[in-house]
């Protein structure tokens, strides 16, 4: 067992952001990388399904760190609006000091460039705090943080020659 002590909520919460991202973005390329067969074969043996295992963990501080399935995680916030041509290969949420994160990964079957304007459009409403892109040896990165009077929203969105993924976090103010 690990276990490491911060002092600071901010170092914290990144912390587990970055933890989130890791593992949502290792999950993303793992499953994309198995072959459909096995994955079926897999589920044929194993007797339970993801929705009848709940994993909750809970530092002595009370923050909590929840790894979801594959649709959007309970207590989304309805004014965040998720593309629904995504297909979601991991989902969570985490409460640090009273604030609720959530996070999708995804892959997506069009361009990065195309899911990225759809949420440039559906969340023009709120403020645009960063914009970012970054093309590099054919993989492009696309990141952009949102914010409003209760959220910060941030969407990265990577495209390569075999894919599209998007990584969408949704962080209580």
């Given at each position: ?23 949502s973005t290792t999950l993303v390329f793992f499953i ?100 970012s892109f970054l093309e590099s040896d054919g993989e ?34």
């Amino acid at each position: 067992m690990v276990s490491i002590r911060m002092e600071g909520g901010i170092m914290k919460k990144t912390l587990v952001i970055i933890i989130i991202i890791v593992i949502s973005t290792t999950l993303v390329f793992f499953i994309g990388s198995c072959k459909k067969k096995d994955a079926e074969k897999v589920a044929e043996e194993t007797s339970l399904k993801s929705e009848e295992i709940e994993v909750k963990m809970t530092d002595e501080e009370g923050n909590e760190l929840i790894p979801g399935g594959t649709s959007v995680p309970e207590g989304w916030p309805e004014t965040v609006p998720v593309n629904d041509k995504i297909k979601i290969s991991f989902s969570g949420s985490s409460k640090i000091e009273g604030k609720t994160n959530w996070n999708i990964s995804s892959t997506y079957s069009g361009t990065g460039q195309e899911l990225y304007d759809w949420y440039k459009k559906n969340l023009s409403d709120w403020n645009t705090d960063s914009d970012s892109f970054l093309e590099s040896d054919g993989e492009k990165i696309f990141s952009i943080q949102f914010s409003n009077n209760n959220s910060i929203v941030t969407v990265w969105i990577t495209e390569n020659d075999d894919e599209v993924v998007l990584i969408q976090n949704v962080s209580e103010k």
